[in-house]
């Protein structure tokens, strides 16, 4: 009698190279998705986080937080020329003022009502502290100190460090290739109009540049 042999269930060698090779592709595919969707948020993140972007942020952030509580009635563009800090007027013909700094004045620091200091009634007084924003080189930088005896950040022409508190760096790798004037504002007789426009640009060793632009609104108003 012959032995009756039995087909065992299973696949075959040929079968089973075929079903990994069919299984192989979807992988691949979300292989390269996911390579990709790394690379790109890496992309966003690098960019995001790269120091020229967060230079951008700084300037705008500082210039909006500290203008928009500075006094109107008395702030200052100026033009840099060798180190002199020139009140910037405009051109003949226009109306616009362009400089390389920008001086508020603001008021800080709460005094205790029952005990103020003696100039808090003085109506000439347009703010205790000041605030100068300025291109040095390819550098942004902030000086802010206290005004003494009506003296904030410039004095006849020359920018002043005796009652200096701190000194900012801001933002750097400015880019002044094609204008350094990075700050401008309308005046109307020889009088600024309380709105004051940045216009800054920045680029990084890639190449890569952000340009920032945007005005600042000054609020307070004193004297008057």
């Not at 069919?22 to 691949?28: D, G, M, V, Y």
């Not at 979300?30 to 993140?45: E, F, G, Q």
């Not at 960019?47 to 109107?72: C, F, H, P, Y």
Request: charged share 20%; proline share 4%; net charge negative.
């Amino acid at each position: 009698m012959r032995p009756i042999r039995r087909t065992q269930p299973g696949f075959t060698l040929m079968e089973l190279m075929i079903a990994i090779a069919i299984l192989a592709i979807p992988i691949a595919a979300v292989t390269v998705l996911l390579s990709s969707s790394s690379n790109a948020w890496r992309k966003i993140y690098d960019d995001a986080n790269s120091e020229i972007r967060l230079d951008s942020l700084s300037v705008m952030t500082s210039i909006q937080k500290i203008g928009r509580q500075a006094n109107v009635v008395n702030y200052t563009l100026y033009t840099i020329n060798n180190n002199a800090f020139i009140p910037a007027v405009p051109q003949s013909g226009s109306d616009v003022a362009e400089g390389q700094a920008v001086e508020f004045r603001y008021w800080q620091d709460a005094f205790d009502p029952d005990n103020p200091p003696s100039d808090c009634f003085d109506y000439s007084n347009t703010g205790n502290s000041y605030a100068l924003y300025y291109l040095d080189g390819t550098t942004v930088k902030l000086d802010l100190g206290r005004v003494v005896n009506d003296i904030g950040a410039v004095h006849n022409k020359v920018r002043q460090t005796a009652n200096l508190d701190s000194t900012l760096v801001l933002a750097k790798n400015i880019d002044t290739s094609e204008s350094s004037v990075i700050f401008n504002h309308l005046t109307s007789g020889g009088q600024g109009s309380g709105c004051v426009n940045t216009n800054i640009a920045l680029r990084d060793d890639e190449g890569r540049t952000i340009q920032v632009k945007f005005a600042t609104l000054l609020r307070s108003a004193w004297p008057r």
